[in-house]
């Protein structure tokens, strides 16, 4: 079978087939590129495996182009950028593991060996670079055919694959639900599934950054919740991220139950998916309900509460991430936006006031918007009517926060009156009395007792300070 041209009409294939016959070797493209070439994705990775020496064809291919190549000796691999395109040079190999490690053992070998150690079917396709047949695809496992039904298999037997290297499992979900559109909903089939749920323990065996780094490009995904469905069905989550399959199940009692706090979990996700983008804001609409299963209890008048869900949540998070080696800033940011998730809540319920708006905006910071887009997402109330109601509510709550900012400005507070202020009008040395001073000045001022400027916080720093029997200086 043959490419159509416009997949190999780059300027890097032509150079590349050159060099190949130049050098006596075969090479060819290899895995997503080829895939995506098939999706109609546009593509600017471009794996290139060689019978032969990787480095050493990096460097033909180098010269040729007078690109500079990184080399990355410890994997064999080279790379070089030409055109907007980035090219990763290998040489075709065979893999052998370690049942206690993922490291394989690494062998030369020939392109069928190279795609025999592929993770599934859909990335083991390749096309040929040689002058006889260019553009030639080579397909020995039906990936093409996998990659039409909307099919993710491995090439080999699934226990094999995954038992020699278990974030293969994840790749499985993350490409499932990555490649799926609305168009067609990838699967995984059957007996990898099924394989999954005998290997799941082999995860234990990731590196977790490498775990995380899967995470996040699952998270990225245009509806995230496909992944978490697909790890809870192959039985990874609790192995993953055991805060989330702990939101699983509904109890009941005297005929009362609670939501499924796993599928509402997820419709949060997907909805805060559905209009950002931004990675850690999708991160904080994941893990807002985590402090649920440790706070919910039954009550026979009130029925099933979670009181404390989102305190308790958001001390949570920093082991969540430091398990995953995840960013210390993105971490803060979540636990955050975890702690915060219930205020404009409840704020639209109880009433607006001015100092309730001015303590969220000084809790929230820059982060007030994104706040305002997971508690919006967090109605996935099936009335309408009360969904109305809800989001009304929210847009009074939206336009006092913007009324109160522009009065007031207390987002990203700064005390107006400074520790080395107070020292200096009273002659005292670093005490716990300045701390009394500034925090009952900023209450004041959140309180709307003071506006937020100097004048006013001096004339209240010095009625505070004579209460406490303070003589000021000057």
Not at 50 to 66: K, L, P, Q, Y
Not at 107 to 127: K, S, V
Not at 283 to 291: E, F, K
Request: net charge neutral; proline share 4%; with cysteine.
């Amino acid at each position: 079978m043959t490419a159509a041209p416009q997949y190999l009409d780059r300027e890097i294939f032509r150079i590349v087939s050159d060099v190949a016959a130049e050098s006596g070797v075969r090479a060819f493209v290899i895995g997503g590129y080829v895939r995506d070439c098939f999706l109609g994705r546009k593509c600017n990775d471009i794996d290139i495996v060689v019978e032969g020496s990787g480095i050493d064809f990096a460097h033909a291919v180098g010269r040729r182009t007078g690109k500079y190549v990184s080399y990355f000796k410890n994997f064999g691999t080279a790379m070089l950028h030409f055109e907007g395109d980035e090219v990763e040079f290998v040489g075709a190999r065979r893999e052998s593991y370690r049942r206690e490690s993922r490291k394989p053992v690494v062998e030369n070998g020939t392109l069928e060996d190279d795609q025999r150690r592929r993770d599934f079917t859909i990335n083991a396709m390749a096309f040929s670079l040689q002058k006889e047949d260019f553009g030639a695809l080579v397909d020995p496992f039906g990936g093409i055919r996998d990659l039409a039904r909307g099919i993710v298999r491995t090439p080999l037997e699934p226990d094999t694959t995954y038992s020699d290297d278990p974030l293969r499992m994840l790749r499985a979900v993350r490409f499932a639900t990555k490649l799926s559109t609305p168009e067609l909903t990838f699967r995984i089939v059957p007996e990898s599934m099924e394989s999954m749920r005998r290997m799941a323990e082999r995860l234990n065996i990731l590196s977790r950054e490498r775990v995380a780094d899967e995470l996040n490009k699952m998270m990225a995904t245009r509806c995230p919740s496909m992944a978490f469905r697909l790890m809870d069905e192959a039985g990874l989550l609790p192995y993953i991220l055991p805060c989330i399959s702990a939101l699983k199940g509904v109890e009941t009692v005297d005929g009362r139950g609670h939501k499924d706090n796993f599928e509402h979990t997820l419709a949060v996700l997907d909805n805060v998916a559905s209009v950002s983008d931004k990675l850690w804001l999708r991160w904080a609409a994941l893990l807002h309900d985590i402090g649920k299963p440790s706070t919910k209890k039954y009550d026979g008048k009130a029925g099933w509460s979670f009181h404390g869900h989102e305190l308790v949540g958001s001390r949570m998070v920093p082991k969540i991430f430091e398990s995953l080696k995840l960013p210390l800033d993105a971490m803060k940011y979540v636990k955050k936006l975890v702690w915060l998730h219930l205020r404009p809540i409840s704020l639209a319920d109880e009433g607006v006031t001015d100092s309730a708006v001015r303590r969220l905006l000084f809790d929230a910071g820059d982060d007030v918007e994104d706040l305002m887009v997971l508690c919006n997402a967090d109605v996935t109330s099936k009335n309408p009517a009360k969904v109305a109601r809800i989001r009304a509510n929210f847009g009074v709550v939206s336009g006092k926060l913007v009324e109160v900012e522009a009065k007031d400005a207390i987002r990203n507070f700064k005390n107006p009156i400074s520790g080395e202020y107070v020292m200096e009008v009273y002659g005292i040395p670093p005490c716990s009395t300045i701390g009394v001073i500034k925090e009952a000045v900023k209450e004041a001022i959140l309180d709307g007792v003071i506006g937020n400027n100097f004048e006013e916080a001096d004339r209240f720093m010095r009625e505070k300070a004579a209460g406490m029997g303070l003589n000021a200086q000057r």
